[in-house]
């Protein structure tokens, strides 16, 4: 194997999946960035630019960043390999449609700071349903530690929500916590960083660097973080390793992550399954060992809350996914119709 591939994560077991695409002609590479009708891969021989082929653009396979993909030269993206991981939400504003931010990460750095304005435990868990679904190992990085009182009891509240979940507070100012993330690329591998906007996940990638690669602002009066990075960017270390930078996300919207959000949630799973009945609704039903908790305090009313909101929100977007199939299957009938009643119309005669 080629060793500029592997140390963009290329692997063996990558290496057998790619051969029929190889008997075709074509040379793998990996998505570095996505444009709206181009993109800059990663190659054997370096960076290059493609645009997708027509066949995947009408069957709408949509390459993401992070993906590894079969390109037939000069530059076409002719194949896209199956993904390993893939941190997907519901895109904003639309019904039901998905939007991958990441493909093919290892780990996934869920990045919050450390201030009034940022740290949310609720937002933290809606980001951990979201990147266990995922495939890859999700990691929290608690950022700008100096701007809070007790970071002590702020670890703990996490370490509250985040069962089996390893969490980081590191210093972009002095740089102190960064050393612990370094493990995380050994082999060549991905990580993804993932968050709100200014919550530092740039200053992180330029740590993990050794060097400036991706611009940083100064934060606001308030303890706001500016937005920098403005795509999603894909992006080799000198020391080995890749991190998969993103735009901050102004909002997370579940995309189905029923595994995710039981993982998450495994405390509330827990006692959910401890209940008298296997359909109960945790309101009035006599033996619910989830009300039993609430009552004694074993579970707080915020995460409880927080579970049934996210699992309101995923019956939603179930629900519109249902609709949307139904109505999906219905036009392609109604196609279907009118082909046959074009192909079985009689011959017009000709006049005279």
């Known amino acids: 194997m080629s060793e500029s591939l592997v140390r963009l994560g290329w692997t063996p077991e990558r290496d057998i999946e790619f051969e029929p695409h190889r008997e075709e002609g074509l040379v793998p590479a990996r998505v570095a960035v996505e444009h709206r009708s181009a993109y800059v891969l990663y190659g054997e021989h370096g960076e290059l630019r ?14 993401a960043v992070g993906d590894w993909v079969g ?4 530059g076409t993206i002719a194949a896209l390999l199956p993904r390993r991981t893939v941190f997907s939400r519901k895109e904003p504003w639309l019904a ?3 939007q991958v931010l990441a493909a093919n990460a290892d780990t996934v750095f869920v990045t919050t700071a450390l201030t009034a304005v940022d740290f949310k435990p609720r937002r933290l868990e809606r980001y951990l349903a979201t990147a266990w679904e995922s495939g890859a190992q999700p990691v929290i990085v608690l950022t700008k530690p100096d701007l809070c009182d007790d970071v ?25 916590g ?5 493990p995380y690329l050994d082999g060549n591998r991905t990580v993804a960083l993932l968050g709100s906007s200014g919550v530092g996940k740039s200053t992180i990638v330029n740590h993990l660097a050794g060097e400036v690669v991706m611009p940083t602002a100064e934060i606001a009066e308030d303890g706001r973080g500016r937005h920098t990075t403005r795509h999603r960017e894909l992006l080799p270390l000198p020391g080995g390793g890749l ?19 039981e993982q998450t949630f495994e405390d ?30 074993s ?41 046959r009643r074009r192909t079985q119309r009689p011959p017009r005669r000709r006049a005279g």
Do not use: M, Y
């Open 50 to 63: 493609a645009e997708l082929a027509g066949r995947l653009r009408h069957a709408e396979i949509w390459p």
């Open 299 to 339: 579970l707080p009313r915020e995460r409880f809350d927080s579970w049934r909101k996210l699992q309101r929100e995923l019956g939603r977007l179930e629900r519109r996914l249902d609709a949307r199939a139904r109505s999906e299957h219905a036009q392609q009938i109604r196609r279907e119709a009118r082909q």
């Open 96 to 98: 039901a449609k998905e």
């Open 178 to 182: 960064v050393a612990a993330l370094g």
């Open 268 to 297: 509330v799973a827990a006692l959910a399954a401890a209940c008298r009945f296997g359909d109960c609704s945790h309101e009035s039903e006599p033996g619910c060992a989830v009300r039993e908790a609430l009552r004694g305090g």
């Open 71 to 74: 390109v037939r030269e000069p």
């Open 243 to 261: 991190v998969l930078d993103t735009p901050g996300l102004r909002e997370l919207q579940l995309w189905d992550v029923s595994q995710g959000l």
């Open 152 to 176: 002590g009891a702020a670890l703990l509240e996490v370490e509250a929500i985040a069962f089996g979940v390893p969490v980081h507070p590191v210093n972009g100012l002095t740089g102190e």
